[in-house]
């Protein structure tokens, strides 16, 4: 409206002979102009009526996870991750915003099935320097590539047999303080270091409060060519764990870990054609050996469509309770947007109980803000 205002005053000044403006006119044209510009100055204001910034407001997302499933063993055993039926996996909600010039915060809360509410992440994070980050809160630790994903990003629907043996369903979450160092490189490398609680069940819980673990992750990013880029990552974890300290064996756990992966993305054609392929080992050594691995393709065909597939293997190569388990997972998703997906997915789990056969039919949809995804 103002814009059109000052429209017709220069056309009104260019159509008028100068002759017919008279001094009064000319300065009552001033005036206009002046007020105009003194009422355009608060609408360019993003200040609400605190006076804070709306860019200060934490962004809300919501995502929800409606899962069938089908499994052809263990139906009646209540103790079975996936027996026949249908669920709500999870519900999520993010609430993430800069809490001041310096700082920013995130929170994620999950709801899994429909009544138990848990703070899945609530940490915050800051830059010390351009090159040095810091993060203090609950979060998922960098342990490898899949133990920094949300439910809703995971590659398949599912976790790998590996990841959910040595972590549990839950991952490595844990309260802690961490800083990162981007390195002067000519590739992205990152080195992390963070100081944990160390409360993960399976691997550490130690008795006592002070009994921390520590992790550290080196992670490189190279661009091979134009469409082609290969991340290689290793990471490692030290910390007590539950187990009575013998005159042999300390109760100590020791976690290594090494990932690589390789993204492919024809130029001009990144909505249509993606390929990826991303493998990750990890081992825990402490009283009892735990190692396993997993690799993974995922093939984007067409702009809607993915085809997916994935090998996952564990062991524990010694001991009276050795254990050899794998499983082979097919994924078929149409993901009309980035806010919503349909998979279907196929596993055959081969165990020294009855090998399972198992169909999950997951929708997942996202609202509100989307932030961007890990790489």
């Known amino acids: 409206m103002k814009s059109i205002t000052l429209y017709i005053l220069l056309i009104s000044f ?52 409606f899962l069938g499933t089908y499994n052809d063993e263990g139906n009646y055993d209540s103790t079975k991750g996936v027996r026949t039926g249908i ?32 703070v899945e992440e609530a940490f915050v994070e800051g830059l010390v320097f351009s090159n040095l980050s810091f993060k203090v809160g609950k979060f998922l630790s960098p342990f490898g590539k899949h133990n920094q994903l949300h439910s809703h990003a995971f590659p398949f629907i ?25 390195l002067p490189t000519e590739w992205f490398s990152e080195f992390t ?39 290689l990552g290793s990471s490692y974890v030290h910390g007590k764990n539950s187990q009575p300290p013998t005159s042999v064996i300390k109760n100590k756990t020791n976690l290594v870990g090494g990932d690589l992966t390789f993204k492919w993305q024809p130029a001009g054609r990144e ?17 009892q050996t735990q190692e396993g691995w997993y690799t ?3 093939n984007q065909f067409a702009k809607q469509w993915w085809v997916q597939g994935r090998y996952s293997g564990y062991t524990i190569p010694h001991g009276p309770n050795r254990i050899d388990k794998n499983q082979w997972s097919a ?15 196929y596993n055959h789990l081969n165990q020294a109980a009855a090998d399972e056969n198992q169909v999950l039919l997951q929708l997942n949809f996202s609202m509100g803000s989307h932030p ?4």
């Open 193 to 231: 270091f963070q100081l944990l609680k160390g409360s993960n069940t399976t691997q550490f819980n130690g008795p006592a409060g002070s009994d921390f673990a520590y992790l550290m992750r080196q992670n490189n990013l190279w661009e091979l060519n134009d469409e082609t880029t290969m991340e």
């Open 14 to 65: 260019l159509f008028n002979p100068v002759g017919a403006w008279s001094a009064s006119q000319y300065e009552e044209l001033e005036e206009r102009i002046r007020l105009l510009e003194k009422e355009q100055i608060p609408s360019q204001s993003s200040s609400t009526a605190t006076g804070i910034s709306r860019s200060f407001n934490p962004a809300i997302s919501l995502n929800g996870l």
């Open 296 to 298: 993974l393709l995922q």
């Open 87 to 118: 669920k709500v996996q999870e519900v999520e909600m993010r609430l993430a915003a800069n809490i001041d010039h310096w700082l920013r915060g995130d929170i994620t809360l999950a709801i899994e099935g429909t009544s138990t509410i848990e």
């Open 271 to 287: 909505a249509y054609k993606t390929l990826i392929w991303q493998t990750e080992f990890m081992g825990s050594f402490r009283k």
């Open 331 to 345: 994924l078929l998703a149409w993901v009309p947007s980035e806010f919503s997906s349909i998979r279907l997915q």
């Open 372 to 375: 961007a995804h890990k790489y």
């Open 158 to 182: 599912d976790l790998p047999v590996v990841n959910e043996e040595i972590f549990g369903e839950e991952g490595l979450n844990e309260i802690g303080f961490g800083v990162s160092y981007l």
